[in-house]
């Protein structure tokens, strides 16, 4: 008797998953063909990897080979952080980018005038408004932050937060205050969403254009265009509580804003019509291009899948 014929499994489209969950203490594993989480007394826990897109792992953590290559191929970001999220130091790519996208986006990075355009569509879709003519992106980086300051005394104000600064050292996460330790972890919570929309999209995180430098510059870019109507305020409404564990109530408070938002089906839309501002055409993929590591010969539909 032959076997059944059955369809060939494809990733679920970004927009339609969960969006982030963080992993500490234990190790991630594949163990009966399940991607699961084993503790210390070998308790497993079932993480459906293929629903989610991005998993944070916190020290504490393992993960092995097998574990790795189930999550590339259903599409799912691994990013290793510092303790509740505040440091993030590498990120595993599933699905392999796109060259074409990301010759487009180094190219409008490269250039001046395309990158001025597309720093203005940022500060014009973050604030509600136009930014003033003729003003560099040095000139325009200064005033998004003396508005962001400014947002930031307003949000304390009305949820009635004892708010000082933004600051916060990396080294010492208890030696921040509730509302800095809340905004790390929101944020945290927010750049592993927006990384994993990037790389889903085929784009380079590196590749910024208001931040620069670093790893995660074009993380940062888009992650602050949704941070003030999504994780800035949860983050002072938990602060707000005073909380015994701020950063747990702030990632389940994420989730469940991200959900309300449908923040996933947002934010590479947004990539899109951010990038388009600098008015170049899209390069078209070579011929000889390699092929994306999750294949789909029906074709993707929409940006919004892995691969």
Aim: a positive charge; proline letters at 7%.
């Amino acid at each position: 008797m032959t076997e059944p014929i059955l369809p060939q499994l494809k990733p679920i489209p970004i927009k339609d998953r969960l969006s982030v969950l963080f992993v500490e203490k234990g190790n991630l594993d594949v163990i009966d063909g399940a991607f699961v989480v084993v503790d210390l007394n070998g308790v497993r826990t079932h993480i459906p990897v293929g629903s989610v897109a991005c998993l944070m792992l916190e020290p504490g953590s393992r993960v092995s080979h097998a574990a790795v290559v189930l999550a590339s191929r259903v599409g799912c970001l691994l990013i290793w952080v510092g303790e509740a999220g505040v440091r993030l130091y590498a990120a595993g790519q599933p699905g392999g980018a796109r060259a074409d996208r990301l010759l487009y986006q180094a190219k409008l990075a490269l250039d001046d005038t395309t990158r001025l355009k597309v720093v203005r569509k940022m500060y014009a879709l973050r604030f509600g408004e136009e930014p003033p003519e003729r003003r560099s992106v040095e000139q325009l980086r200064g005033i998004e932050g003396a508005r962001v300051r400014k947002m930031y005394e307003l949000l304390a104000k009305q949820y009635r937060v004892n708010w000082k600064h933004r600051n916060y050292d990396y080294t010492e996460w208890e030696s921040g205050d509730i509302p800095n330790r809340c905004l790390s972890s929101a944020t945290a919570c927010l750049y592993g969403v927006c990384e994993a929309a990037i790389l889903a999209a085929g784009y380079a995180p590196a590749v910024g254009f208001i931040h620069t430098g670093k790893p995660q510059s074009f993380v940062y870019d888009i992650a602050d265009v949704f941070k003030f109507e999504t994780v800035v305020p949860v983050a002072f409404r938990i602060a707000a509580k005073n909380p015994q564990n701020p950063e747990r109530e702030v990632r389940l408070a994420c989730r469940d804003a991200f959900r309300q938002t449908k923040l996933l089906q947002r934010i590479i839309p947004t990539i899109e019509e951010i990038l388009s501002a600098g008015e170049l055409p899209i390069p078209k993929a070579q011929e000889d291009a390699i092929e994306p590591a999750i294949p789909n010969k029906e074709g993707i539909g929409n940006v919004g899948h892995r691969g």
